[in-house]
């Protein structure tokens, strides 16, 4: 009969023998039948147990279980133990040896885990085994064992997005596996080829699995694929077709062609090095050149006399030549003096200020003039003589104030911006001119105007886009013809790399390349949040053969340069002393950077079936894309159905989720099978798209439901979120995209001349002659940059001939549309400056 002595040895005996030696064992049974003892060899009896073979982690394929081995010598007894408790005797399987090296007994037990064993404690901890060796001396124990339910889910966390890149330069597509045990291995296929970084040193695969294409070339156009795998499957991820373009560009030169008859020689050029391809860009510039040539170089085609015929020819067909010009500018000249007339009284520089007569009761400051300004033209163009808007009988006589005292000099002469009538002719015209034949041609997003030494003002309306041209900016004698556009992000490729992100919209003005004599302002939305701590913003311009070239560093600004910006809470302002192609660039330095997101939510106006959709827009927080989503709003039917929310983005690689909640059960369904939708965070980030949007479709279980009440939930993964409350009749069209845009900006685009301006030029160059010299108490332009809270500028505005022309740009470029005048007066007079006199102080009080 088997007898169990002890935890650690089991004899058998017979009812004949009383002793029995287990040789395969190496122990000694004594005893008889009722008494038994059992011990080692005594070559072994001092040794303790050690492992030959330790269990290892497993992982459990589908309902496949797993078995764990362990082996040990010299050893008595071993039994597992998982999660704690012994494992049944009878489920070990046992095998004894003997090891022929050292003739040491080796016992090997193994057992079987199934998943249901796994998942009993699923939740509470991880699955783990160690097996426990006995010997006469003590027992040993064996590393734990993990067992884990291996899986590998569907969805991508991050798949690569499809771009277009020059040749040569660097391709990033990102990818982030689906969440699996065991860690899924990452492989990229380009074109259903597995790519293999060690054969082609091209190519570059990142610890965190993105692909890296160091210099993109031709070959690597295609469809690039990255593909998950672990032992339980292999996931592919949608593909991302890269294209590699190529701009166009010229060869060298031709040598100089033979001198002809007609005393010109000529060289040309082709667009061969490279050739473009694959929608790159064709060669600017000219293919053709001509050349005089010297008259030692010219053939002689006559002689003799027949030279002399010619040149005294020559001479006459000149004469007539210069007496045609002499006329032609005496007509010119008359026709001038018909339309333009010199100014001898300054008054006509301070037109469109009303004498309102002095208040009583101030009458220690009786000698102030309260004048109030005429804000409500919006004429550019101006015919005949230029007068004054106002009866001359309703005016207080000015000629004692020392601000209206004529400027030296005498006279100067007003000219006024004339616009164009057809805008899509002028943009038509321009967009064939050298320098302009990439200029969109979206007349509803473009301005423009005709401007002189006076200045003016353009505006795209409804997109916070402006341009302030201050007066003497244009150089006097000088009519330029200037245009403000918007560009969309699909007509142009703006380089991203890294953390970095489009903050602002990208305009244009022009033409490039005209003489500014001060700098100009450009005014554009960002969606920063305008913490310069967590950003480094540049300011990006594109050259004259398209590439992109960062300008400045937003503050490190040199006074130096020409450009210089101001970044508030919303708005850029750009000043410049040259006319081209801007756009915001901002790199996070840290994941506590954030960008502004408005969600607009939509809806069908009219709704006739019981399914009900509702369009959840996410964009860049600039004026600019919410016109363009309203508009294309406008044209699908659709109704605004809240208001828009601003939701600050983070840097911080997860993607935007969104949800909604608590809706009548009773009364509506949703029809999306998952809980939440996803917008990948960089399709928000690196700006791709100018808007993204979600669509949630719901069903109302009957015709007659027409009160709807839920939760909008938006956040970004491991981050915080926001639930916005949302209550609507969809019977009722009470915000209908066109009823919105009746309340956007209607103001004119384009303003020349003083209507541009809320400051008139006299008055304006008088408050620049008083405060741009020196004061020793302070009382000049610096103490009106520190009234204006513009303080942090002052080495900006030191380095300008007139720092307070500047300001007073600045000014007028933030204050346009919503500047209170008497503000600025309370602020002169405050400085000390008589200037104050010439503002309205309150609403038409006497």
């Not at 309260?370 to 000015?398: C, E, N, V």
């Not at 041209?469 to 403000?484: S, T, V």
Request: with cysteine; hydrophobic share 35%.
């Amino acid at each position: 009969m088997p007898l169990l002595l002890g935890p650690f040895v089991r004899c058998r005996f017979s009812a004949t023998l009383h002793v029995l030696w287990l040789v395969f064992a190496g122990f000694t049974c004594t005893g008889s039948e009722h008494t038994a003892t059992a011990t080692l060899p005594a070559a072994f009896s001092d040794l303790l147990p050690h492992f030959l073979v330790e269990p290892e982690d497993e992982y459990i394929v589908k309902n496949k279980p797993v078995t764990l081995t362990c082996r040990s010598t010299p050893a008595t007894q071993i039994y597992f133990k998982c999660n704690g408790e012994w494992v049944h005797q009878d489920d070990h399987l046992i095998e004894r040896t003997v090891d022929p090296a050292t003739a040491l007994p080796v016992m090997q037990v193994t057992i079987d885990i199934t998943r249901q064993q796994v998942e009993k404690i699923f939740g509470l901890d991880e699955y783990w085994c160690q097996c426990v060796a006995w010997s006469t001396t003590g027992t040993q124990k064996s590393q734990k064992a993990y067992i884990r339910i291996a899986y590998l889910r569907k969805n991508f966390e991050e798949e690569p997005q499809g771009k277009e890149v020059a040749l040569d330069q660097e391709v990033l597509l990102r990818c982030h596996p689906p969440e699996g045990v065991p860690q899924a291995e990452v492989e990229w296929q380009r074109n259903e080829d597995v790519i293999d970084p060690a054969s082609d040193p091209n190519f570059f695969i990142t610890a965190d699995h993105n692909l890296v294409i160091k210099k993109a070339r031709l070959a690597d156009t295609g469809n690039y694929t990255c593909v998950a795998k672990n032992i339980v499957a292999r996931r592919k991820s949608t593909s991302a077709t890269v294209l590699v373009y190529v701009d166009g560009g010229w060869s060298e030169w031709s040598k100089w062609s033979a001198c002809g008859a007609d005393c010109s020689m000529w060289r040309s050029r082709e667009c061969t090095q490279p050739s473009p391809g694959t929608g790159g860009k064709d060669c600017q510039g000219l293919d053709l050149q001509s050349l005089n040539c010297t008259s030692e170089q010219c053939p002689q085609t006559v002689s003799g006399a027949e030279d002399v015929a010619l040149y005294v020819g020559m001479v006459a067909v000149a004469l007539c030549l210069t007496l045609l010009l002499i006329v032609v500018i005496l007509v010119y000249r008359r026709k001038k003096e018909g339309l333009d007339a010199d100014v001898a009284d300054s008054s006509i520089l301070t037109t469109g200020f009303q004498p309102m007569g002095i208040k009583p009761s101030k009458p220690e400051n009786s000698h102030l003039l309260t004048i109030q300004p005429d804000l409500t033209t919006t004429t550019t163009s101006y015919q005949g003589t230029l007068r004054s808007r106002h009866d001359a009988t309703g005016k207080f006589s000015m000629t004692n104030g020392p601000l209206l005292d004529p400027l030296p000099n005498g006279s100067h002469t007003l000219h006024n911006g004339k616009l164009n009538s057809d805008p899509a002719e002028f943009v038509s015209r321009l967009s064939t001119q050298t320098y302009f034949k990439t200029l969109p041609r979206d007349v509803a997003n473009t301005s423009y105007g005709t401007f002189n030494f006076l200045g003016g003002r353009l505006t795209i309306p409804s997109t916070g886009i402006s341009l302030l041209i201050p007066p003497e900016a244009i150089p006097r004698g000088k009519i330029y013809e200037i245009y403000l556009t918007v560009q969309r992000k699909e007509d142009l490729r703006l380089p991203l790399a890294g953390c970095q992100t489009l903050l602002s919209p990208v305009v244009s003005c022009g033409p490039p390349g005209v003489v500014l004599s001060r700098p100009v302002i450009l005014s554009m939305d960002h969606c920063s949040d305008a913490c310069l701590d967590n950003w480094a913003v540049r300011l990006k311009k594109q050259n004259y053969e398209g590439a992109w070239e960062d300008v400045l560093l937003m503050g490190e600004e040199l006074v130096s340069e020409p450009y210089y910006c101001q970044l508030e809470a919303e708005t850029c302002r750009l000043f410049s002393e040259q006319l081209g192609t801007f756009a915001l660039v901002g790199e996070s330095l840290h994941m506590g950077a954030a960008k502004r997101l408005r969600l607009v939510l939509f809806s069908d106006a009219y709704c006739s079936t019981l399914e009900y959709n509702i369009r959840v827009y996410c964009m860049d927080d600039t004026q600019d894309v919410f016109k363009e989503v309203m508009q294309m709003e406008r044209q699908l039917g659709g109704r605004l159905i809240d208001e828009p929310h601003v939701l600050l983005f983070k840097d911080s690689y997860h993607n935007l989720r969104l949800s909604i909640h608590d809706m009548p059960q009773a009364h509506w369904r949703s029809k999306l099978l998952a809980g939440y939708q996803e917008i990948p965070f960089y399709h928000i980030w690196n700006g791709s798209q100018r808007y993204l949007h979600c669509t949630f479709t719901l069903e109302r279980l009957s015709l007659s439901t027409c009160e709807l009440t839920c939760q909008l939930c938006v956040w970004q993964v491991e981050g915080e979120g926001q639930s916005f409350s949302l209550d609507f009749n969809i019977a009722k069209d009470t915000r209908a995209v066109d009823s919105e845009f009746l309340l956007m900006d209607s103001n004119a685009t384009a303003l020349a001349g003083p209507s541009a301006f809320q400051i008139p030029y006299l008055i304006r160059q008088k408050i620049c002659s008083s405060l741009d010299a020196p004061c020793p108490n302070g009382a000049d332009w610096r103490m009106l940059a520190q009234r204006l809270k513009l303080e942090r500028h002052m080495s900006f505005f030191a380095s300008k001939a007139s720092p307070t022309s500047v300001i007073l740009d600045l000014w007028e470029a933030q204050h346009f549309h919503s500047g209170n005048i008497n503000q600025l007066a309370t602020v002169m007079a405050d400085i000390g400056k008589q200037e104050a006199m010439i503002f309205l102080v309150s609403d038409g009080e006497c």
